[in-house]
């Protein structure tokens, strides 16, 4: 199998922390690269776990439809700012964290106090602006998950009524690139590729730890299918019943019938259960009164 190296060429923090890295994959067989391309970007942008604020409870408010006195932003606008928070949870259970802050003030993300398991990635992110004299009360929760899940309407009816619930994405990668570029041409005149994989992440990972996770997870995917045995197997014969290991001898048909069926082989009874009467009477020098014998005798058994 040819052997391919990987290089990243290039690896950018902005601004919010989101970070970018570019790597270059090859030499390739032809067909390859897109086969790498394909599934490395889906796995990356559906597969991998993440964290997000599933949840945020606002004091005194009890809907996503109403305003804050002595709050810039209204409900929606605090909600939406908290579902762009950029997270790192590394617990598996729920993380709440909780900021109480009297105006004026700006508060952002690095105001929200959470546990030391959680870390947030943006901490100058706007939350709300609170005005002189009012008071901002929030608790926020954060969840660790996979994908993107939608708030579920009938769970939240059953949920405390001023907990209101957010559209998760827990995707911690946002944008995912790659183009392919032919390489030199090998001996016999076969054509190499080489993948150019571009990806962006919310800095709640790296772009080199996001990739190796997700070739494991390929590598766990397929693993199975490198043992799997085509073998069939064969099904074992049912054990002859009792009877059927009789011998001949103990039927005491008469002589012409016995020797006649002992010159065609027939030592036992389960050899005589393969005959039907037609067979019987094809039996050399056996008659119809010697088949009707045998048939007599066997239902003796």
């Given amino acids: 199998m040819l052997q391919y190296q990987i290089d990243r060429i290039d690896h950018q923090v902005s601004n919010d922390r989101s970070q970018t890295g570019v790597f270059l994959i090859g030499p390739l067989e032809r067909g390859q690269a897109t086969t790498l391309g394909n599934s490395l970007r889906r796995v990356l942008m559906g597969g991998l776990e993440g964290s997000a604020v599933t949840a945020v409870r606002i ?14 932003e209204d409900v929606l606008d605090i909600l939406l700012n908290c579902k762009q928070l950029s997270v790192n949870s590394r617990s598996e259970d729920l993380e709440i964290g909780r900021i109480v802050v009297s105006g004026p003030a700006n508060i952002k993300a690095k105001d929200i106090q959470f546990s030391s398991q959680v870390e947030v990635v943006d901490g100058e ?5 609170v005005n002189d004299g009012h008071n901002l009360e929030l608790e926020l929760h954060v969840e660790r998950g996979i994908g993107y899940r939608p708030v579920d309407r009938h769970n939240e009816e059953t949920s405390a009524i001023d907990l209101l619930q ?20 090998a001996e016999g005149g076969s054509t190499r590729e080489r993948l150019k994989l571009e990806l962006v992440t919310d800095g709640s990972t790296s772009p080199d730890d996001a990739l190796a996770e997700a070739a ?24 002859p019943a009792a009877e059927a290991q009789i011998p001949l001898e103990e039927l005491n048909l008469s002589v012409r019938a016995y020797n006649c069926l002992k010159r065609a082989q027939v030592n036992s009874v ?9 067979d019987l009477l094809e039996i050399k020098n056996f008659g119809s009164k010697s088949a009707d014998e045998v048939i007599e005798a066997l239902e003796r058994i």
């Fill in 59 to 72: 004091a005194g408010i009890n809907h996503e439809y109403a305003t804050i006195p002595g709050v810039r």
């Fill in 125 to 129: 992110r706007p939350i709300a602006t």
């Fill in 166 to 185: 957010i559209d998760a994405v827990f995707m911690p990668i946002t944008r995912v690139n790659f183009t392919i570029d032919e390489t030199a041409v």
């Fill in 216 to 239: 494991n997870q390929l590598i766990e995917l397929f693993q199975p299918l490198a043992t799997v045995s085509m073998v069939e197997e064969i099904p074992e014969e049912p054990e």
């Fill in 270 to 278: 389960s050899d005589l259960m393969g005959f039907s009467y037609e």
